[in-house]
């Protein structure tokens, strides 16, 4: 059975960076074709996907948000990160990591989610 856990800092200061964790059991981070995913959802919004690393190092992210998103893995830790630089409230969301099978977009395993609210 896999399992995500998301972990990070709850409250953020406008203009900082936003850092998150996801940390991996049950299933490497490097095994071929998965690909662990940064999904948010801000308060009465729907769930916005902000990007992506492969089983092989690989990323990719959404347009919208590419230049000022950063994610990046510890295999040695079975990890992935998060790094959103610059955020404002409107980076306020629910934040979830999630497994992809071959980067289809559909998600089989899911973390809990963890909220994140920027304000001064």
């Known amino acids: 059975q896999v399992q995500l856990q998301e972990s990070g800092p709850g409250l953020v200061k406008p203009s900082q960076t936003l850092s998150l964790t996801c940390t991996v059991s049950?299933?490497?981070?490097?095994?071929?074709?998965?690909?662990w995913s940064w999904i948010r959802q801000p308060p009465g919004k729907g769930l916005e996907w902000m990007g992506a690393?492969?089983?092989?190092?690989?990323?990719d992210y959404s347009p919208s948000l590419k230049s000022h998103t950063s994610i990046s893995r510890d295999t040695s830790k079975n990890q992935f990160s998060l790094q959103l630089s610059s955020v404002t409230p409107e980076d306020t969301a629910v934040y979830y990591c999630?497994?992809?099978?071959?980067?289809?977009?559909?998600?089989?395993?899911w973390g809990q989610g963890t909220q994140v609210t920027v304000s001064s």
């Open positions: 690393i492969g089983y092989d190092g690989s990323t």
């Open positions: 049950g299933g490497s981070i490097t095994t071929s074709y998965y690909y």
């Open positions: 999630a497994r992809d099978p071959y980067g289809s977009g559909r998600y089989d395993y």
